[in-house]
């Protein structure tokens, strides 16, 4: 079957540091790969994403490698923020069937 | 933002009572969605439509139905609510098909079944 595994939170840092939220996932095509963020209250937003193998998807700091050998896409951030604070959704998409697939999401939550 | 709004955003209601969601899109896209977000579960696709009238079921649908009569609106329907399905609700709407697409939500529901 298809699905998406994410590291269980909360995870609590302090702020500037390293961080890394790590998402697998099984597919039974060729998916893209997605990191959402949820704010508290809001939707999902789109934070970065990668269509194909050892793409490297960025924004706002956050980077993830789509790899396709350890059919991994971990986030990562070399120095978080408070306003990083929120929920971290992967994904993954096969697009054949236009359908996405979440992981449970992760929490963090970055101290002052 | 993909120009989702979600109607209404909060409401609480009894068991056994019927219950509809609405989701609007302004941008006349094809395929749209219907998610459940509950702790531990992540986000959970109920429906979802890929054109006027052309739905199908996702992995929680049971208990709830959906319509789609014009492309702009998707309605969620909870025929006889039960307490189980308080939740937190998302419409979602993709762009485009292909490998690039992306998925929009909209700002979500929170519906509580007393």
């Known amino acids: 079957g298809n699905s998406v595994t994410q590291m269980e939170g909360p995870v609590t840092l302090s702020e500037e540091a390293f961080l890394t939220i790590n998402c697998t996932y099984t597919?039974?095509?060729?998916?893209?790969l997605f990191w959402y963020v949820q704010y508290p209250g809001e939707g999902l937003q789109l934070l970065l994403k990668?269509?194909?193998?050892?793409d490297k998807g960025s924004n706002k700091g956050f980077e993830a490698t789509y790899r396709k050998e350890t059919t991994s896409f971990h986030l990562e951030k070399g120095s978080v923020q408070v306003s990083d604070s929120a929920v971290y959704f992967c994904?993954?998409?096969?697009?054949?069937?236009?359908?996405?697939?979440f992981g449970s999401g992760t929490k963090l939550n970055v101290k002052p | 933002d993909a120009g989702i709004t979600q109607s209404p955003r909060h409401k609480v209601t009894e068991t056994g009572t019927p219950v509809t969601l609405r989701c609007h899109q302004t941008?006349?896209?094809?395929?749209m969605y219907w998610y459940r977000q509950d702790p531990g579960h992540g986000l959970r696709l109920i429906h979802y439509?890929?054109?006027?009238?052309?739905?199908d079921k996702g992995e929680v649908s049971d208990g709830y139905s959906v319509s789609r009569s014009k492309t702009e609106d998707f309605l969620l329907t909870l025929e006889s609510a039960t307490s189980s399905q308080t939740s937190v609700y998302f419409c979602?709407?993709?762009?485009?098909?292909?490998?690039?697409?992306?998925?929009?939500f909209g700002p979500g529901t929170r519906l509580t079944v007393l």
């Open positions: 994904a993954l998409l096969l697009y054949n069937f236009n359908k996405f697939y």
């Open positions: 941008e006349n896209h094809r395929y």
């Open positions: 990668a269509t194909k193998a050892d």
């Open positions: 597919a039974t095509g060729y998916p893209s």
């Open positions: 439509s890929y054109g006027v009238k052309d739905t």
């Open positions: 979602a709407i993709t762009r485009a098909g292909g490998p690039t697409d992306t998925q929009y």
